[in-house]
């Protein structure tokens, strides 16, 4: 007799979630079990749906697609609809697993409660909905103590899954010699309206400074060389305040600034090992000061106040409404300057350690002083070595994704929880 049909359903957002959460989990799980796509006519099939967040882009289920992990992927503007009418996006088991790993938790309450689905949330700071949670995977014991006794007994401390970012990276595929930056203008469209200007006029008064500097810019799945491209010219209105101007593309992953300054495009994703190798790293907020501090690469989060008026990727509903059309300027402006003002730290790993271990430079910061103080980093290798140690400090032991895992498999059916041959 075959086993009911069984399905695991990762719930996600952003790009940043999408490669460092999602795609190792489901290779995890494609190790230990047979799954649809990889195994045709396995009796459990993996899904992703990603869920509406401010910190999407819209264009996660073309990069997750790209991978061929999943049997069936909703794109984020479907979610309502999927809520609303299930079958429309084709059958459902009767049985599985929801697992939240990113994005507003209570979407994944509602998404297990009308599948009728078991519920798994892999909480980095906090579990808000434990009373419907089957499990609740944590990080680590700061999540795991914010929860009531009462809840104690589903949680889990699975440890970080940056943690389990590849070691080897760094001898994976060799950069050539040089001091490599990574620039990071991010995968929005808000922050790339000011990241790419602002760090392209970075590289070429930080190439000045250091002659011998070679610069990496890592896009995001949710990013095209065209929309670099675009932010950097008349297109955006931004541009016009600094002195970079376009760049050309000399090759499919090679980019040159008016002032000759070389870009090295890494169009994979995620770009682990390129970035490992890196000394330093100029990048906007957002998850990837997460994927960088488990690499253990030094960075410098940059916040430009100066465009407020463009700097509306906030979360929750404060950040709808800062982009409803008619509220959009003023109510985004205001939101923005009150986060900027109460905001506590911003970078992930000085998050999580609760104190500053990377720079935040947060203001109308100028691509002359962030060019002269990564000149300053660089030059001093002692204290960039000093960063990376305190960074690596954070990561924690390596296991959090089989962890997880485990637990997936442990709320399935006992006989869909079948064996892969890499287990």
């Given amino acids: 007799m075959h086993p009911a049909p069984v399905s695991i359903v990762l719930v ?33 099939s993996l899904q992703l749906v990603l869920v509406p967040c401010p910190n999407g882009t819209g264009r996660e289920h073309h990069a997750a697609g790209s991978w061929g992990l999943f049997e069936r992927i909703v794109p984020a503007r479907q979610f309502w609809g999927l809520l ?10 009767r049985q599985g697993v929801v697992v939240f790993l990113g994005g507003d938790q209570f979407w994944t309450v509602l998404l297990s409660a009308r599948l009728g689905y078991r519920h798994l949330t892999y909480a980095e700071w906090v579990a808000r909905w434990p009373r419907w949670n089957d499990r609740i995977a944590a990080m680590g014991p700061l999540a795991a103590g914010r929860l009531a006794t009462r809840w104690v007994e589903r949680c889990t401390v699975v440890g970080d899954l940056m943690a389990d970012l590849s070691e080897s990276a760094r001898s994976d595929a060799p950069l050539p010699e040089g001091e490599w930056v990574a620039l990071l203008p991010g995968s929005k469209r ?3 309206r000011v990241g790419v200007p602002f760090l392209l006029e970075t590289a070429d008064r930080l190439a000045a400074l250091r002659p011998g500097c070679r610069f990496l810019l890592p896009l995001a799945p949710t990013t095209s060389v065209e929309d670099l491209l675009a932010q950097a010219g008349a297109a955006n209105p931004i541009a016009r305040a600094y002195r970079s101007g376009v760049p050309r593309l000399l090759g499919p992953d090679l980019l040159e600034t008016p002032a000759g300054t070389r870009l090295q495009l890494v169009l994979e994703n995620p770009a682990h090992s390129a970035l490992s190798q890196c000394a330093l790293a100029l990048t906007t907020v957002g998850a990837n000061t997460a994927e960088l501090a488990a690499l253990g690469v030094p960075m410098l989060v940059l916040v430009p106040t100066q465009h407020l008026h463009v700097m509306q990727a906030w979360d929750g509903l404060a950040g709808l409404v800062g982009r409803l059309p008619l509220l959009r300027w003023l109510f985004g402006v205001l939101l923005t300057a009150w986060r900027l003002r109460h905001r506590g730290f911003l970078a992930s790993p000085n998050i999580a350690a ?28 002692e204290r960039l070595e000093g960063m990376r140690a305190d960074l690596r400090s954070l990561r924690g032991q390596p296991g959090a994704v ?4 485990a637990l997936v498999q442990e709320l399935l059916p006992p006989d869909a929880r079948g064996t892969g041959p890499g287990a």
């Fill in 12 to 44: 996600s957002n952003g790009p940043g979630e999408l490669s460092t959460w999602v795609r190792p989990l489901a290779l995890r799980l494609q190790r230990l079990m047979p799954l649809r796509p990889a195994v045709a006519g396995a009796a459990c």
């Fill in 84 to 93: 609303l009418r299930p079958r429309r996006f084709g059958p459902w088991s």
């Fill in 190 to 192: 808000a922050k790339l």
């Fill in 354 to 381: 609760g104190r500053m271990l990377v720079p935040e430079r947060v203001g109308a910061i100028t691509p002359d002083s962030i060019a002269a103080e990564a000149a300053d980093w660089l030059a001093a290798p």
């Fill in 402 to 405: 089989a962890n997880l895992a």
